[in-house]
């Protein structure tokens, strides 16, 4: 009996002292809370960035093509003080500050000769060689104090803005600098979030190697060319002022490769004023933007039908002089009336009529395996984030209305990159790439650890289709209602599209229309596929009116650029003698994975 009250008292102490203790820990960890409080941040910054080898930590460059930087780090200095801490006469420290600071005198007095205060700014944003002056100043006059911070710059303000993105300190954000953020981030920097992920039990694939005494982040050097996204974003803007459209996107791709040469949407805005700006001009319109693309998407059923051999480019289509009816009663009617046309006739024509009785002839199931086949309905994987997949619900719930509308591109949702891609299969011989943005990852040393090359998804059309249709879009340029978008001295294959836009739920159209026009030149040799799409014009009625000559503009200066630089010559990086072939999969949003494809 005795034993078991003596456990019972040991037991009793031991929870006794493991309590106490765990009391005193807890005791010291609120004292050390509240001596940290009581600092200013200003003074924890200070502390934080008073070491210099914490100073070479810098977040890494963002970077054009050919090197030019479009996003880089800078240490930034600001200088503060407290006038109740100070003890010498503020009329002569003022004197004293002034040229370091270049402030008047009458201006740092003001702030200086405020006793009410603990904490005042004197400069902001100085420029940080001017470290060691300020540190000497500290030395001499008592409540002088200054703080360094990293600070993102943008070189070229709007350019390429939706695509390179900003990060905010919740690691949200957009663009380049957050899908890469992990590339970008410095090498400690890297380190730690992998711990943080491991400690939360969350997969990550982070690269941790680094040069820690030298300690910056991975540069990105994105495939975007700083002269076209420049011609790009300036055709974009004029052709939507001109027709009132409230947004636009132009994607200029690279034919061979499937590289994103310029990806401008309109509004834009400063990076260097991200707060300042609107969340509509954030967007990225060209994988976040998701429509009815219209004619354009008449490439799609077209194709298929010559592909299966059930027509050729001279099969006869009757197009019932204008009206169809269908078999659940609704009419459908083309612009003007048509009879007998040949199948690449109701392209350049663009019948809606006649590419019904095209899908009729193919029948759904081969139709909507096409449509799969060029990739809709699914994100098409490029290196960005919150793109859209598209939506091909009149697709799988196939009746009489989806045959009323999905052969010419209504009833269905895909975004301006989904279709800019699909158009790039037709000039690459049949074979859809995998469109990319981002070319190397490099770093400090200006060494490329990771290096991006062509990816082929599948070929979905026979090299011979793919040149039929080239012929019956260029017939569009030369012939038909693309005549706006011809290049001098070069053959355009290229496709119109006019889409009326639903209301909200899908019932009925608000009488407002989305318009594109996509092309590739030179169409014997495709060196560019280029996509216009402006959102709700107004002032004319057909997309070949509107967007064909923004089309032709952005064309010529961008094919006559490429020919003076020789972009595709010798001196280009080129890829594998085979390009690897891949199984599509969703991508990781904003995981670093290692490998020779990003």
């Known amino acids: ?13 031991f929870v006794l002292v493991v309590m106490q203790v765990g009391f005193l820990l807890l005791v010291g960890k609120l004292f050390k809370l509240q001596v940290s409080n009581d600092a200013t941040p200003e003074e924890t910054a200070e502390r934080t960035w008073l070491s210099p080898k914490t100073a070479t930590i810098k977040r890494g460059k963002i970077l054009d093509r050919d090197g030019n930087i479009l996003a880089l780090s800078r240490h930034s200095l600001s200088v503060y003080a407290d006038p109740q801490y100070m003890r010498d006469p503020p009329a002569d420290v003022a004197r004293r500050l002034a040229p370091v600071l270049d402030v008047p005198e009458s201006e740092l007095l003001k702030q200086l000769d405020r006793k009410d205060k603990q904490f005042v700014w004197l400069k902001r944003d100085m420029d940080y060689e001017r470290l060691d002056e300020i540190r000497s100043i500290q030395k001499d006059i008592r409540g002088i104090r200054h703080k360094v911070e990293q600070k993102r710059i943008y070189p070229k303000g709007a350019l390429a803005s939706q695509v390179i993105g900003h990060i905010n300190d919740q690691d949200m954000g957009e663009g380049i600098e957050f899908q890469y953020n992990n590339y970008l981030l410095s090498a400690k920097e890297r380190l730690a979030a992998q711990r943080a992920a491991a400690a939360r039990n969350e997969p990550i694939n982070l690269l941790t190697d680094g040069d820690f005494t030298h300690d910056y982040g991975y540069s990105v050097v994105l495939t975007l060319d700083e002269y076209i996204q420049d011609v790009a974003e300036k055709e974009l803007a004029a052709a939507c002022k001109e027709w009132n459209a409230p947004r636009g996107t132009v994607i200029v791709m690279a034919s061979r490769t499937a590289e994103i040469l310029a990806l401008a949407s309109y509004p834009t805005y400063d990076l260097n004023a991200y707060t300042d700006s609107s969340e509509d001009a954030k967007r990225n319109i060209g994988v976040w933007f998701a429509y009815e693309p219209g004619s354009i998407f008449k490439i799609v059923p077209s194709s298929a039908i010559l592909n299966e051999g059930i027509m050729t480019p001279e099969s006869m289509v009757f197009c019932e ?27 350049q024509k663009s019948s809606n009529i006649g590419m019904i009785k095209v899908v009729s002839e193919l029948k759904h199931q081969r139709f909507s395996n096409y449509i ?11 290196d960005l984030p919150y793109e859209h997949s598209g939506s091909l619900y009149a697709v799988k719930r196939w009746d009489t209305h989806s045959l009323g509308s999905v052969p010419f591109g209504q009833g269905i949702m895909v975004t301006p990159l989904q279709m800019v891609n699909a158009l790039n299969t037709i000039a690459n011989g049949g074979k859809l790439l995998h469109p990319h943005i981002v070319s190397e990852i490099r770093d400090s040393r200006g060494q490329v650890i990771k290096k991006t090359y062509p990816i082929e998804v599948r070929q979905v059309l026979k090299p011979r289709v793919a040149k039929q249709m080239t012929e019956i879009l260029v017939g569009v340029v030369e012939e038909g209602s693309g005549r706006r978008a011809r290049v001098e001295g070069y ?75 020789e972009f595709f010559g010798p001196t280009q990086p080129q890829p594998p003698q085979s390009m690897p072939v891949v199984k599509e999969k969703a991508p990781a949003r904003n995981l670093a994975v290692k490998g020779e494809g990003l």
């Open 491 to 565: 053959r355009v294959a290229g496709k119109t599209g006019t889409a009326q836009k639903a209301e909200k739920g899908g019932k009925g159209y608000l009488g407002k229309e989305i318009m594109s026009f996509m092309g590739f030149l030179p169409a014997d040799n495709p060196m560019v596929s280029i996509i216009v799409m402006l959102d709700e014009p107004t002032g004319a009625r057909f997309s070949g009116r509107i967007v064909g000559p923004t089309f032709q503009k952005i064309a010529t200066q961008t094919i006559q650029y490429l020919k003076q630089t």
């Open 372 to 382: 799969e086949q060029y990739g809709f309905g699914k994100p098409t994987g490029v």
């Open 1 to 13: 009996m005795k034993d078991k009250q003596h456990l019972s008292i040991r037991r009793l102490v």
């Open 321 to 347: 002089n204008g009206r169809y009816r269908l078999s659940n009663g609704r009419i459908i009617s083309d612009v003007s009336p048509k009879g007998w046309l040949t199948l690449s006739e109701v392209i």
